[in-house]
């Protein structure tokens, strides 16, 4: 690997960039060729493609189209395993209704393969045999183009853990022949729905992520986003949930730019500065929401409604009421403490803080900091000691330093 130091500035930040871009792209169509089951020789020929253009690329520089390069090479890699390795012979070559005597094989790398192949995979990856985690961590790696490093640091993990969950996972697909069949139609919805709940997950563990220092992990929203829109371009899968979901995300990262200060640190919603928050963003949210009314309404549509009215001025007054009745809405088809916590907030500027405390009196979720947080908030020149108690207690169960001094600051307050 002597060629790196050759690479100029422009070929090491291109290199990492086209991996991002191409690498799940190349192995979707492989695994599309190959079978699931050989999902690790897809990577393996994509990984020493790349490996390849690190050296090709530090020598001779920078071909004129370095994403055709990559698919001429991968396709090359690929007809050379098939002439030279009898396990494609012996046991895949009979399976594969591509597969050409003398072991040539057409790899199909056109716009229209690739994005179906893609979609295949997202089904294939979300499948629920295994574990969320372990589909969160393949759609990272396989669709994300996510390298072990980053995924390790996604999941505060080493890399030795990160590669035995993939291994793991692999092999349950593997076992249990998933292949990259589309779903039929009879099943489609139900598959459709896992798929969602990923991507959900995924975009949170970026927004919301309470175990990372990185207040906000940009990257994970963007590849949750990018997933979303990809299903959104397949008929089949351009269902009202899928535009709801779509629009939840659209609202959300509207606030991307207004949710830190420039030393990465936290801004609670209510002291976020609106001229930071993306109107273009809104307004594409406002477009999906309005395509998703149709149907059955699920959980995203209601926190799209939700993060709809967020996105209102506070003077509006049918703002929290409306924010109000539809958490009490969500926490009726799908409960869950969190929600039950975010909607007492609701409750305290749509009714009044004294009914918000009693509702929030009965929640579960005493040994989490939002809980003492948001609890400290209500009891604001209501009860400076309650509030000072659990401002205290939130402070020692926060796992982030950046939070941490946010509620020191407001404890300090507080004392004064």
Known sequence: ??????????????????????????????????????????????????????????????????????????????????????????????????????????????????????????????????????????????????????ISQAFLSNKETINKRLHRAKEKLRKNKVDLSFPPKSKLENRL??????????????????????????????????????????????????????????????????????KGELILYADQDRKDWNYELIKKGEYYLNKSAQGNVTKYHLEAGISFWHTKNNKDQNKWENILQLYNQLLQIEYSPVAALNRTYALSKANSKKEAIAEILKIGLKTNHLYHSLLAELYKDLDNNNQIKHLKMAIELVKTESEKRIIKQKLNKASR
Request: aromatic residues 10%.
């Open 1 to 150: 690997m002597q060629t790196l130091f050759f690479l100029s500035m422009k070929e090491k930040k291109l290199i990492p960039h086209l991996f991002r871009t191409e690498f799940s792209k190349i192995v979707a169509v492989l695994c599309k060729t190959f079978g699931l089951s050989n999902i690790q020789l897809a990577e393996d020929i994509v990984s020493e493609t790349f490996l390849i253009a690190t050296e090709t690329w530090g020598l001779k520089g920078i071909p004129d189209n370095p994403t055709s390069w990559l698919y001429k090479v991968a396709k090359n890699k690929t007809k050379d395993y098939f002439k030279r390795d009898r396990i494609f012979k012996e046991k895949i070559a009979s399976e594969l209704q591509n597969y050409i005597h003398n072991y040539e094989c057409e790899i199909n790398l056109s716009d229209k393969n690739i994005s179906d192949s893609q979609l295949q995979m997202l089904f294939a990856v979300c499948n629920p045999i295994i574990s969320a985690e372990a589909q969160i961590t393949l759609a990272l790696r396989i669709l994300c183009g996510f390298g072990i490093d980053e």
């Open 193 to 262: 729905n896992n798929v969602l709940s990923i991507i959900y997950l995924l975009f949170n563990e970026g927004y919301y992520s309470i175990t990372s220092e990185q207040t906000l992990k940009k990257e994970l929203c963007i590849e949750a986003m990018r997933l979303t829109y990809m299903l959104l371009e397949n008929k089949s899968t351009n269902l009202p949930q899928t535009n709801a979901l779509m629009a939840l995300l659209c609202f959300h990262s509207s606030r991307f730019e207004a949710r830190t200060n420039n």
